[in-house]
């Protein structure tokens, strides 16, 4: 009988945590908790004066640009 894992996030099929639970005969169940959109964002005076940004994902950074 085959192990089974549950991810809480969308899983790639070509990822290599799948190709290795794969290969070590695991099944792995993909239900995302979350749900990822961008947002209209509006840059502000003092955005624009700063000298960092930081994300905290990459989402984030995606979204961004």
Do not use: C, H
Not at 3 to 31: H, P
Not at 32 to 54: G, H, K, N, R, Y
């Amino acid at each position: 009988m085959a192990e089974t894992i549950f991810l809480t996030r969308e899983a790639d099929k070509n990822e290599a945590s799948q190709k290795v639970l794969k290969a070590a005969g695991i099944d792995a169940v993909s239900v995302p908790m979350i749900q990822i959109q961008p947002l209209a964002f509006t840059f502000t005076s003092e955005m624009l004066q700063a000298d960092w940004v930081f994300f905290t994902s990459q989402n984030a950074v995606r979204y961004f640009f």
